[in-house]
T-cell receptor
């Protein structure tokens, strides 16, 4: 177990709705990254938060947004859901020190958009 | 831009035989390379990483990987596969010069099936 938890486990929404996914990072980790994994594909980087600020973003539209809280928990918000947003959403926590960090992943939230 | 290729969608191997999962990468700077494994309905589990130093990296559960700079490869290996190694394996790269935080770029994954 990595110590990274995500909620909910599964979620079903309809097109046009909004969704919030939650992540609790491993103790002591100051960085959280979010990834989208479509069925049969590798994870795609959405964005990263470090000390409550966005610290890098992948090729995702602005309707994907996030928050990181002082206790290093995090949220991923997706507005105006589209069918293609159906995927497994993974958060990963890490600690940025002087050298490269290893990202530890949570179990994911499976989002289905109907 | 950084990219990762895993040329095999699936690898089949008999239990007890050596297992190799291939990965090649492309980055503009020096790479950080990672291997993760994913079991059904689970997140990704970290296996090992290459940062610098010895080209042969040892990781969890008896896995190792060999970094080859001239071939831009980072193949995952296990000398003797177990049925419990059956899972989906992902190679990932982070470009040391990337401005996008510590973004990992993943390959498409290789499904490993170990038969008894």
């Amino acid at each position: 177990e990595t110590g990274v938890t995500q909620s909910p486990t599964h979620l079903i929404k309809t097109r046009g709705q909004q969704v919030t996914l939650r992540c609790s990072s491993q103790s002591g980790h100051n960085t959280v990254s979010w990834y989208q994994q479509a069925l049969g594909q590798g994870p795609q980087f959405i964005f990263q938060y470090y000390r409550e600020e966005e610290n890098g973003r992948g090729n995702f539209p602005p309707r994907f947004s996030g928050l990181q809280f002082p206790n290093y928990s995090s949220e991923l918000n997706v507005n105006a859901l589209e069918l293609d947003d159906s995927a497994l959403y993974l958060c990963a926590s890490s600690v940025i020190l002087a050298g490269p960090d290893t990202q530890y992943f949570g179990p994911g939230t499976r989002l289905t958009v109907l | 831009a950084q990219s990762v290729a895993q040329p095999e969608d699936q690898v089949n191997v008999a239990e007890g035989n050596p297992l190799t999962v291939k990965c090649t990468y492309s980055v503009s700077g020096n790479p950080y390379l990672f291997w993760y494994v994913q079991y059904p309905n689970r997140g990704l589990q970290f296996l090992l990483k290459y940062i610098t130093g010895d080209n042969l990296v040892k990781g969890s559960y008896g896995f190792e990987a060999e970094f080859n700079k001239s071939q831009t490869s980072f193949h995952l290996k296990k000398p003797s596969a177990l049925v419990s190694d059956s899972a989906l394996y992902f190679c990932a790269v982070r470009d040391m010069k990337s401005a996008a935080g510590n973004k990992l770029t993943f390959g498409g994954g290789t499904r490993v099936l170990v038969k008894p």
